[in-house]
């Protein structure tokens, strides 16, 4: 499934990347290629205008110089003397046919009213006009002029192909095609990479979802069967032990129960569902009532616990008051669990600046360095061998899921001396 998704998220974002980039270079083309024409026609016109003031000065026309300027600009000409065509012999020896520049001639007179007969002997400035022209599907600037001279007038063609132009036209196309086609194929790597990166979370979301149906199945699995075996052998067993046998199902029902709430909590914290209620709590007071709770428990197990509070004036926490008694009741909870007979338990409260830090300390069998961030995980249970059946390794999961959403944090340490320590930081407001 995450494969399929993972191909269907990389062609799309590179179909619409590609796109984009496709639209974006099409705009910069039009624009280049706009510019290019329009630079290339005021050099025409430039070079056309000094061909007509050479002709308009010159009172003999120069091959030489005609030869030159030809074979510096690429023009091809039709000059006319009074109706007559002036040869140069080898002047240009790929000369256009005599009909496009009659065409041009036709063009510039209907269109742009180049007229000849309008030039007399008391005119003394030259018409022109330049504009584009199409030939048997050959593009061309034109140019035709009427220039009086004492003996008459010159009627000069100029024609320019655009065969370089439009080479050069289309050779950046390609490079613009082969430039795009090479960007949608790294947009194409970027994409997979990076939708593989994003997909991460959610495969390892799904993987720990169906961890933990697998681990609830488990879980809610062993106290069932123990019920049901009870209530089979209370078919046969006398009342009295029908009366052990009952008590045994509602012990096991009363886990499940636990194991339940357990996972409706955490259920409500993935749904977003769960919430904290803030008020101002002291958390001396908080610490002292969680000592007072767990300290009858703690003599019963031969273990000695203490508290440790600051000896100022602690101020008001903003916290939700439930829910940080049950993550102290998690926290010391397990720390009478994995403590043996004669070990000892520390709840201290310490503040510094702006927060407040609390840990739980005992002298227990500790937590290896490379399982204190695994201890979070839901049903995860550091001591494999641990038979104590009232912990399902969900508590530190719900505490962390908790102090989260205080925007706090919470980890664990070694307690100096042998034992694990586990630190919650809390911010005033």
Not at 121 to 132: G, N, Q
Request: with cysteine.
């Amino acid at each position: 499934m995450f494969q399929k998704l993972h191909i269907q998220l990389t062609f799309l974002c590179t179909f619409v990347s590609g796109m984009i980039l496709v639209f974006m270079s099409l705009i910069c083309l039009y624009f280049s290629e706009t510019e290019s024409k329009k630079s290339h026609f005021s050099d025409f016109q430039i070079n056309a205008n000094m061909l007509y003031n050479h002709l308009g000065s010159q009172s003999v026309l120069s091959r030489n110089w005609l030869a030159q300027f030809q074979a510096d600009t690429g023009f091809e000409m039709d000059i006319r003397d009074n109706g007559s065509k002036l040869i140069f012999e080898n002047l240009s020896p790929y000369t256009l046919h005599e009909d496009i520049f009659t065409k041009a001639r036709k063009l510039a007179r209907e269109d742009y009213t180049i007229l000849e007969e309008a030039i007399t002997k008391e005119s003394v400035l030259s018409t022109h006009a330049d504009f584009p022209l199409n030939w048997k599907g050959e593009e061309y600037y034109a140019s035709v002029a009427l220039i009086p001279k004492k003996s008459g007038v010159l009627n000069a063609a100029v024609l320019l192909p655009l065969t370089d132009l439009n080479k050069a036209i289309a050779s950046r196309r390609q490079l613009f095609a082969q430039v795009d086609i090479l960007g949608i194929f790294l947009l194409g790597l970027f994409f997979w990479v990076l939708t593989w990166r994003m997909m991460q979370p959610l495969i390892k979301n799904r993987q720990k979802q169906t961890e933990f149906i697998a681990s609830a199945s488990h879980e809610l699995r062993s106290p069932l069967t123990v019920m049901l075996s009870a209530l089979s052998a209370m078919q046969h067993a006398s009342p009295k032990e029908s009366a052990h046998f009952s008590q045994i199902i509602k012990q096991e029902g009363k886990r499940m129960g636990r194991l339940i709430d357990d996972m409706l909590t955490l259920s409500g914290t993935d749904s977003s569902h769960f919430t904290i209620r803030r008020t101002q709590v002291e958390l001396d007071t908080l610490l002292l009532s969680a000592y007072e709770k767990f300290e009858p428990l703690a003599q019963k197990k031969s273990i000695s616990m203490n508290i440790a509070l600051p000896d100022k004036l602690v101020p008001p926490c903003s916290c939700d008051k439930g829910r940080i008694e049950q993550v102290l009741s998690i926290l010391l909870d397990n720390a009478l669990s994995y403590t043996p007979s004669g070990g000892r338990i520390l709840l201290s409260l310490e503040t510094v600046s702006d927060k407040f830090i609390l840990r739980v300390s005992d002298s227990g069998t500790g937590i290896p360095d490379s399982e204190k961030q695994a201890v979070f995980d839901r049903f995860y249970r550091c001591d494999k061998a641990h038979k104590d059946k009232e912990h399902f390794g969900l508590g530190l999961c719900i505490a962390q899921e908790i102090i989260h959403m205080h925007r706090g944090k919470i980890w664990a340490e070694d307690t100096f001396g042998g034992g694990t320590t586990f630190i919650i930081t809390l911010h005033r407001t």
